[in-house]
């Protein structure tokens, strides 16, 4: 546990830039009794920039208000990893044109690092680009993006890629979902509350977001509107740290699909430039501590998670 020694090391600069207390109660539970705990946090500076040399001396976990000690930090790189979901279900030709060129420019506007599959929704989710970052195949797979005369499966969708991320057991990246969606007809048939319940669970354990850019408003004539899709979007996305935004236009998938690209692209930069700390708490803490993360380093800013799961505006 903390010595002396250890904590006059700690304590040789002024403890500076205070982060808030970030971790719940119930989510700091058991740790009194933990040999070590750990959380990852990205530091920046006060231009948004990644500070990427701090040292283990710089850094104190406080629990209670007594200091644990610091015993490692190790640099993290994970970076954004992206799958985009395009509805091109029955009903969308009119505004599929504004779908594609949308995704074209955020696909333009994110780092060229960041790694990008397209897949469509309509009649069943299938995949036209897997994961890359070669532009070009992402660039083929929205020329081949056709409408269909079927129901989209926006809900399936979802499933099928948690689904497939909670499979990865390799996979060190934070996963981002867009869907690019309308209020059309939606044919999905795991829409039940037991698929529902672990779809959103397995989301959460694989530090996953999910943004929703709908449009909305449109009719067909003879066939029902979906409705539900709405609903999904803004509650997945709040949930999961993500965003919802309606359209009344087609023409604002050419807009707001940069500007989402740019918020992920800051993102990326954060979480893809962190540190995971890892600490011996004090003796004698209580259950539940309150907990702060200090850092004798001036003028930084500290994000603290236990996941490394930075949500950057």
Known sequence: MTT????????????????LIVFAAPLMSGVARAQTGSFFVSFTDANGAPVTDLRAEEVVVEMDGEHGETLNIEPIDWPVRVTVFIDNGIGTRPALDDMREGV???VDALPPDVEVAIATIGGRPQFWAQHTTNRQELTDALGVTAPVEGAAFFFDALYEEAERLDEDEEGQYFPVIVMVATNGPEGSNRVREGPFN?????LFDNSVTVHTRLLSGSSITGVKQGGDQIRWGTDIGDATGGTYEGLVSAN????????????????????????????APPDGISEQPSTRILTTRAGVNMAPTLDGNVNVP
Request: glycine share 8%.
């Open 4 to 19: 002396d020694t250890t904590r006059g090391r700690f304590l040789a600069g002024p403890l500076i830039a205070l982060a």
């Open 104 to 106: 074209s420019l955020f």
């Open 198 to 202: 672990e779809m959103m669970q397995r």
């Open 252 to 279: 604002g998938f050419r807009t707001l699909l940069p500007e989402l690209a740019e918020a992920i692209g800051r993102k990326h930069n954060v979480v893809s430039n962190q540190y995971r700390v890892t600490y």
